[in-house]
């Protein structure tokens, strides 16, 4: 079963940054995060991930809480292409357990 | 770099027949994935394959479903007989290998459709 809690929707403006939360309390030492999104009739799409450190790719950033009980994805000038259901994920024995993801949808 | 393959994209039977699924993965991607995801569901891993050996198999419904990869590269998915409940999206998924820290890509899938 998924370990982290994201609210099920948010509407964001286009042009601006969208800052997408998740809560994952029961984190341990040696588990990624990792964030994908799906577009509709496709597959998961990989973000970007990290296990302590903030990283920052071509798509998004990640940051990290210092205690890694939280983390939030962020898309720095969304567009309408990111609407999408997007799925924060804590990665378990090499699983990746999808939740219901968070269904963001970027307004002109 | 080419993505991950699946064939067909879409599939309608009737319940009670076979279907067979097929996946190529990102060239040199040792592991591969099969998901299983269900209208309105995030998806759900059926089997992971580490080259061509089983590493989890455990959420597959093994009386109705196989999957094999004879040569470490391409996969089949198989379910036979269907049922309704199988009505899904089958997502195939690659990786460099099996550490935490290398991500899955996924294909778009298969969408079956049982009558």
Same mark, same amino acid.
């Given at each position: 079963?998924?370990?982290?809690?994201?609210?099920?929707?948010?509407?964001?403006?286009?042009?601006?940054?969208?800052?997408?939360?998740?809560?994952?309390?029961?984190?341990?030492?040696?588990?990624?995060?990792?964030?994908?999104?799906?577009?509709?009739?496709?597959?998961?799409?990989?973000?970007?991930?990290?296990?302590?450190?903030?990283?920052?790719?071509?798509?998004?950033?990640?940051?990290?809480?210092?205690?890694?009980?939280?983390?939030?994805?962020?898309?720095?000038?969304?567009?309408?292409?990111?609407? !999408?259901?997007?799925?924060?994920?804590?990665?378990?024995?090499? *699983?990746?357990?999808?939740?219901?993801?968070?269904?963001?949808?970027?307004?002109? | 770099?080419?993505?991950? !393959?699946?064939?067909?994209?879409?599939?309608?039977?009737? *319940?009670?027949?076979?279907? !067979?699924?097929?996946?190529?993965?990102?060239?040199?991607?040792?592991?591969?994935?099969?998901?299983?995801?269900?209208?309105?569901?995030?998806? *759900?891993?059926?089997?992971?394959?580490?080259?061509?050996?089983?590493?989890?198999?455990?959420?597959?419904?093994?009386?109705?479903?196989?999957?094999?990869?004879?040569?470490?590269?391409?996969?089949?998915? *198989?379910?036979?007989?269907?049922?309704?409940?199988?009505?899904?999206?089958?997502?195939?998924?690659?990786?460099?290998?099996?550490?935490?820290?290398?991500?899955?890509?996924?294909?778009?899938?298969?969408?079956?459709?049982?009558?």
């Amino acid at each position: 079963d998924a370990k982290t809690t994201q609210p099920p929707s948010m509407d964001c403006a286009e042009g601006r940054a969208a800052n997408l939360p998740c809560n994952h309390s029961t984190i341990s030492g040696n588990e990624y995060v990792y964030w994908y999104r799906q577009i509709h009739s496709q597959g998961p799409q990989y973000i970007i991930h990290g296990l302590k450190n903030n990283e920052t790719n071509e798509m998004a950033s990640l940051i990290i809480t210092e205690d890694r009980k939280s983390s939030t994805l962020i898309l720095p000038h969304a567009t309408l292409r990111d609407t !999408a259901v997007y799925y924060c994920i804590v990665r378990v024995e090499n *699983k990746l357990s999808f939740g219901a993801g968070t269904t963001v949808t970027v307004r002109a | 770099e080419a993505g991950v !393959a699946q064939s067909p994209r879409y599939k309608i039977i009737e *319940k009670r027949q076979s279907v !067979a699924f097929w996946c190529n993965p990102i060239s040199g991607h040792a592991t591969l994935y099969w998901y299983q995801q269900i209208l309105g569901q995030g998806p *759900k891993l059926l089997i992971q394959f580490q080259n061509n050996g089983v590493v989890d198999d455990s959420q597959l419904p093994k009386d109705r479903f196989s999957a094999e990869r004879l040569k470490g590269v391409d996969s089949t998915l *198989k379910i036979q007989p269907a049922k309704l409940e199988d009505s899904a999206v089958y997502l195939c998924a690659s990786s460099l290998n099996w550490d935490g820290n290398q991500p899955q890509h996924f294909g778009d899938g298969t969408r079956l459709s049982i009558l």
